[in-house]
């Protein structure tokens, strides 16, 4: 079997001895709550949003104020909003990252300014951060690649420096921390992620932590059409729509499964922890293998992707998937995306790294031996 070109990997059938590069989890007691939530008044945004929001900021954001959304690409948008972002400004983000990052940046009219990754994070590199800064600078936007958090003390003194709010991306890092302090809590904005496959699913749906308590009833607006939906369902016609919004809420029927997965996500990390490191104890010192995003002395990990830096990938992808292993790139660089304009010149780190890393599977539906019988295919060795 040959593997075609990146885009075009296919998926192999799980019917087979498969082991998929990611599988949605599904809390036990995510069924029953979304039946309860059916039977109920509420299936739309009703009292279970309100209360899942609560139990979520108090575990990952330190209780600071939130909305939860339709998705994680729905929070950046409110969040760029709302840190007032306009037409003609620019906002230096990572070009490695899934568009979602960048995307709600050409809803307003606002240019993405690509910086370079790190070399053995791929997260954002600080310093190219710093050279990026112009006049027409609004945001900075960093994203904690696979679950590891970015440089946070730097980037802090680069936005109290010039004055710019940073915007957390951690749609990979539900439950990472920084120098203790948990990803969520830490910047003027965070966005999570409960897409299909993230740590906590809601089906689809997202989380914007906003540490500036007054935005928050401006964010409730723009989350439904601008509308005050206290005053509405008071019955009172008088408030008027000043905001432009959109129909970005949460449901109840996903709320229900985010309940449900807050009551695990403890064991939850930690089996993704285990895997982690079982892959991390297999995969050292070998030729060719570089283990990327390791966590490290600053950090809590939050165990999302397990990422290899190798030669000869797309034979190392060729063995793995016909031992029916599903490997991929997950994120591309944004900058080939036509959307985005053209290729930039000045990321060679992302040059050098573009055809060398793949993502290997990490999920709860995973073993310990699932890891090792990954782990000795690639001992086995490939063609570069």
């Not at 899934?98 to 993405?112: H, V």
């Not at 370079?116 to 960093?142: F, G, M, S, Y």
């Not at 982690?276 to 060719?288: A, C, K, P, S, T």
Request: overall charge negative; hydrophobic content about 40%; aromatic content about 8%.
């Amino acid at each position: 079997m040959s593997i075609p070109e990146q885009n075009e990997i296919p998926i192999l059938d799980l019917s087979e001895n498969i082991i998929p590069l990611f599988m949605p989890h599904m809390p036990k007691n995510a069924k029953k709550y979304v039946t309860d939530t059916l039977d109920s008044r509420w299936i739309g945004q009703g009292p279970k949003v309100d209360e899942f929001e609560r139990r979520f900021s108090e575990r990952f954001c330190g209780g600071l104020p939130g909305i939860s959304v339709g998705s994680g690409t729905d929070a950046l948008h409110l969040a760029y909003l709302l840190a007032g972002v306009e037409a003609g400004d620019e906002v230096i983000t990572p070009v490695f990252t899934c568009t979602a990052t960048n995307i709600p940046l050409l809803y307003i009219g606002a240019t993405p300014v690509f910086a370079d990754v790190e070399p053995n994070t791929l997260n954002i590199d600080t310093e190219h951060v710093r050279r990026l800064i112009t006049k027409k600078t609004k945001a900075i936007v960093c994203v904690h690649y696979g679950g590891l958090p970015c440089r946070m003390d730097e980037l802090h003194r680069i936005g109290q420096e010039f004055n710019i709010p940073i915007i957390e991306d951690a749609a990979h890092a539900v439950g990472a921390k920084f120098n203790g302090d948990s990803i969520g809590s830490i910047s003027d904005f965070t966005m999570f992620s409960f897409q299909a496959i993230k740590h906590i699913t809601t089906g689809d749906g997202g989380f914007l932590a906003i540490k500036n308590a007054d935005l928050l009833e401006k964010a409730k607006r723009l989350r439904w059409f601008g509308i005050d939906r206290t005053k509405k369902q008071m019955g009172i016609w008088e408030n008027d729509i000043v905001d432009i919004g959109y129909k970005y809420q949460l449901t109840d029927i996903g709320a229900a499964m985010g309940l449900a997965a807050l009551e695990e996500i403890d064991e939850t990390l930690a089996l993704r922890k285990r895997l982690f490191d079982r892959y991390v104890e297999g995969l050292q010192n070998i030729d060719n293998v570089k283990i990327l995003s390791l966590p490290n002395s600053e950090t809590e990990h939050a165990y999302w992707l397990f990422t290899i830096e190798v030669e000869g990938r797309r034979n190392l992808q060729q063995k793995l998937m016909s031992n029916g292993i599903e490997s991929n790139q997950v994120h591309y660089r944004n900058d080939r995306y036509s959307i985005f304009g053209q290729r930039r010149a000045d990321l060679p780190e992302m040059d050098r790294i573009e055809d060398r890393y793949v993502v290997l599977p990490l999920h709860t539906r995973m073993s310990l031996d699932d890891v090792d019988r990954i782990v000795n295919v690639i001992r086995d060795g490939w063609s570069l």
